[in-house]
């Protein structure tokens, strides 16, 4: 089992970037393909990003597609996703999940085994 932990969240002016990161414990994360999710108040979970396991194929919702970027450094069991030209829109809590099966492009939430609590975007006009 893993456990995942996210962070780097906070309140940012529209414009503006952040980087989060999604910490793995318990298990190596390489055996794992890593998706990043966000949740609205209101809104369903929404897909986000999710990244293979060796880092080389990376997938994006059309929403975020030329503004965020998903990357991974299994030597540090991380997975990043940095958030840039921010807008009020993407205030959400973002979690980060792992898929066991280590599948490519996974955009459904219920596909994932493990999550993390997540960490809060806020983004003001």
């Known amino acids: 089992q893993v456990q995942l932990v996210e962070s780097g969240g906070g309140l940012v002016q529209a414009g503006d970037s952040l980087r989060l990161s999604c910490v793995a414990s318990g298990r190596t994360l390489s055996t794992y393909a890593v998706g990043w999710f966000r949740q609205a108040p209101g809104k369903d979970r929404e897909f986000v990003a999710t990244i293979s396991q060796t880092g080389w194929i990376a997938n994006y919702a059309d929403s975020v597609k030329g503004r965020f970027t998903i990357s991974r450094d299994n030597n540090k069991n991380t997975v990043y996703l940095q958030l840039n030209s921010l807008n009020p829109e993407d205030t959400a809590v973002y979690y980060c999940?792992?898929?066991?099966?280590?599948?490519?492009?996974?955009?459904?939430?219920?596909?994932?085994?493990?999550w993390g609590q997540g960490t809060q975007v806020t983004v003001s006009s």
């Open positions: 999940a792992a898929e066991v099966g280590g599948r490519a492009n996974v955009r459904s939430a219920y596909d994932y085994d493990y």
